[in-house]
């Protein structure tokens, strides 16, 4: 089973869409920041997450009960797909219903092989998939261009050194970011 979550008015085709308001008329309405989901155990193939992880979790109990949930219906080598706004763009600062930041360094707390290898060099991470026994590997990220220096880099005004160089220094350069996990169990 395929699911959408907090798809809003953006629905998607053979997915359980899923909001937690009324208005959007989803196939399940289910808020998920509370638990548990009434969704059964492994029972998702692949999960969507388009631009609705930001809005979950203002309190880091609460992101971790959706991390927890999100892997407790998830099926083994599940796919989880998140698109989020980069949280140095204006997309995420504008937006007052933005509550966490979503990285590639946030997802990547989730995995048991990296808080394995940062146990063993004494690395300081938070090893979250340990504590909370759950195990996402990050396959994929791709950072999103804002249209301003996609145009630069298309013309070849800009090299990937250039644009990873302006991105630390400057806000609005990546718009944002699309990251694939896969559920590992």
């Not at 083994?76 to 966490?100: C, K, L, Q, S, Y």
């Not at 998939?129 to 013309?155: G, N, R, S, W």
Request: hydrophobic share 40%; charged share 25%; proline share 6%.
């Amino acid at each position: 089973m395929k699911f959408n979550m907090g798809c809003g008015l953006n629905k998607l085709h053979d997915y359980v869409n899923v909001d937690r308001y009324s208005e959007c008329v989803p196939d399940l309405q289910i808020d998920l920041e509370q638990f548990p989901w009434p969704i059964n155990s492994s029972e998702a193939d692949e999960v969507v997450f388009n631009h609705c992880l930001e809005h979950l979790g203002q309190t880091p109990d609460i992101f971790l009960g959706v991390m927890k949930e999100l892997y407790r219906i998830s099926k083994p080598n599940a796919r989880i797909f998140v698109n989020v706004p980069h949280p140095r763009h204006e997309h995420f600062i504008g937006d007052p219903t933005h509550v966490r930041v979503i990285n590639p360094l946030v997802l990547n707390l989730f995995s048991k092989k990296n808080n394995l290898i940062w146990k063993q060099n004494n690395i300081a991470n938070t090893p979250l998939a340990l504590y909370l026994d759950v195990d996402f590997e990050l396959l994929e990220t791709i950072q999103v261009l804002d249209p301003y220096y996609q145009d630069m880099f298309d013309k070849k005004e800009l090299s990937i050194a250039d644009l990873n160089r302006i991105a630390l220094d400057r806000n609005n350069v990546i718009q944002e970011y699309r990251m694939i996990l896969k559920v590992i169990k």
